[in-house]
């Protein structure tokens, strides 16, 4: 079945700067990964995602990128603010099919 | 329109006995997931129902736990005998497409077995 593995568990940064998170998959099969951003106490919410047929997709200050060879995405967040601190989880899937999650990246953005 | 709704939102309850919880999707979604998050870990999968196909049971922990979903719609999540071990938040999440699988997320429940 799929595995998903993400890095790094946490992550600090300035306000300001830029964040990167990084995931694997193992199934060559999955075709879609989304990113969720948790806050304590609350529900996962769905931030970004990306389709197996396209390499990269932008939101404002966020960004996704997959690597079908490698079987990798990562998350970029660009100038980093307070709000942004929270938990990250990547995850994948093939079609709608369960998905199978990473363990996630506690961000704390310094002010 | 509303999102995906759940209770309660907390459950204590004493070890051996028996729990349901309830999940309602958003309004035409045809997919709904279970998922459990045991505290500071990440999401793990229980079980999925598409439309009317069987249910992927494939990551329930153990013949304890089941779950079913009424007319397409509401599901409830049984926890038999709860042991311990059991504690977490229970997340439901539903879904509409088919073919790219966004989900979105209940606010759980949050189960304590003591």
């Known amino acids: 079945g799929e595995n998903v593995e993400q890095h790094p568990s946490t992550l600090s940064v300035q306000e300001g700067d830029s964040a990167v998170i990084k995931c694997t998959y193992s199934d060559s099969a999955s075709n879609y990964f989304p990113w969720y951003k948790q806050e304590l106490g609350k529900r996962p919410q769905l931030i970004i995602d990306i389709r197996s047929n396209v390499g990269e997709k932008k939101d404002q200050r966020i960004a996704v990128t997959l690597n079908k060879t490698a079987k990798h995405f990562s998350l970029h967040i660009t100038e980093t603010q307070p709000e942004d601190s929270a938990v990250y989880f990547c995850a994948a899937s093939r079609g709608a099919q369960k998905l199978v999650f990473g363990q996630g990246t506690r961000l704390t953005i310094n002010p | 329109g509303a999102g995906v709704s759940q209770s309660p939102s907390n459950k204590v309850t004493e070890k051996g006995k028996d729990v349901e919880l309830r999940c309602d999707p958003i309004s035409g979604h045809t997919a709904l997931y279970w998922y459990r998050q045991s505290l500071g870990q990440g999401l793990e999968f229980l079980i999925y129902f598409q439309g009317n196909s069987a249910p992927d049971k494939s990551g329930l922990p153990s013949d304890r736990f089941s779950a079913e979903r009424t007319g397409g719609s509401v599901s409830t999540l049984t926890i038999q005998r709860t042991q311990q071990e059991d504690s977490a938040v229970y997340l439901c999440?539903?879904?509409?497409?088919?073919?790219?699988?966004?989900?979105?997320f209940g606010p759980g429940t949050r189960l304590t077995v003591l």
């Open positions: 999440a539903s879904s509409f497409r088919t073919t790219y699988n966004e989900q979105f």
